[in-house]
């Protein structure tokens, strides 16, 4: 039995380098949550309906270390947490636009729904 190889995409291609970024199932929602303004962990946690806080760490920190949001930490007890937008995740606006208006387009609310459910 022959073995297949499997195709990986180069690191040259520019699509591939964003979707390394922005992948995941929470980050895309919450940049649109942080366009709308600085946020403190809890307002995203409270904001994101399904998220574990584990997960949302994760994904927290997976955008900070790309770049896309910044984070600061307040020196109080107990400790502040605020999240925001980077002038590179202010560059990605304008993606998130144009993702969100092909989506008002293309998809109604229900049958997005069915598809991020998986029940279609």
């Known amino acids: ?12 291609c520019p699509i591939f380098r964003a979707q390394k970024i922005i992948s995941g199932k929470w980050k895309i929602y919450l940049l649109y949550l942080l366009s709308q303004g600085t946020k403190r ?9 399904g998220i574990t806080q584990a997960m949302l ?13 910044s984070r600061y930490v307040y020196p109080e007890i107990p400790p502040k947490v605020e999240y925001s937008l980077t002038e590179l995740g202010q560059n990605f606006m304008p993606v998130l ?13 229900e049958e997005g729904e069915e598809k991020i459910s998986g029940s279609a």
């Open 1 to 12: 039995m022959k073995s297949e190889k499997k195709i990986i995409p180069s690191v040259t």
């Open 97 to 109: 636009d144009e993702l969100a208006k092909w989506s008002c387009t293309h998809l109604h609310p």
């Open 57 to 69: 760490s994760k994904q927290l920190r997976e955008l900070e270390a790309a770049g896309i949001i």
């Open 41 to 49: 962990f809890s307002d995203l946690y409270r904001e994101t309906p």
